[in-house]
């Protein structure tokens, strides 16, 4: 088992022209999918407020959070997503995950579809 990453492309939520194709690292112990600050820019991703995020070191931080529009595993869905500092890992968790039916299966290093519930 280990880490792998998915290609992902981006879009202005607006302005669909904005857009990025990337490679996002799978983090299940991500709460929301992390883009760096220059990525965000560079799609026009305005901060819609903030969260109090828990970072690895154990450090607590107030991040801006913003919306985007994203094609992963032929959906195209808008999601959430962490303005993370410049340099910072470019990341998909698992509310991203959740709102697109996909799990990760680690030993095959790959998303698979999910059924969502209702309950």
Same mark, same amino acid.
């Given at each position: 088992?280990?880490?792998?990453?998915? /290609?992902?492309?981006l879009?202005?939520i607006?302005e669909s022209?904005?857009? &990025?194709t @990337?490679?996002?690292l799978?983090?299940t $112990?991500a709460?929301?999918?992390?883009?760096?600050?220059?990525?965000?820019?560079?799609?026009?991703?305005?901060?819609?407020?903030t969260?109090?995020?828990l970072?690895?070191?154990?450090?607590e931080? /107030?991040?801006?959070?913003g919306?985007v529009?994203?094609?992963?595993e032929? &959906?195209e @869905?808008p999601t959430?997503?962490l303005? $993370?500092?410049?340099?910072?890992?470019?990341?998909?968790?698992a509310?991203?995950l959740?709102?697109?039916?996909?799990?990760?299966?680690?030993?095959?290093?790959?998303l698979?579809p999910v059924?969502?519930?209702?309950?």
């Open positions: 088992m280990g880490t792998f990453r998915v /290609e992902v492309t879009k202005n607006h022209a904005r857009r &990025q @990337l490679s996002l799978v983090d $112990g709460t929301y999918t992390t883009l760096p600050r220059t990525v965000a820019e560079s799609l026009g991703c305005s901060p819609i407020g969260r109090r995020v970072l690895a070191n154990g450090r931080e /107030e991040w801006p959070i919306l529009m994203m094609t992963l032929n &959906q @869905l959430v997503c303005i $993370g500092p410049n340099g910072g890992p470019a990341l998909l968790g509310v991203t959740e709102e697109f039916a996909l799990s990760v299966d680690p030993v095959a290093k790959r698979v059924r969502s519930y209702l309950t």
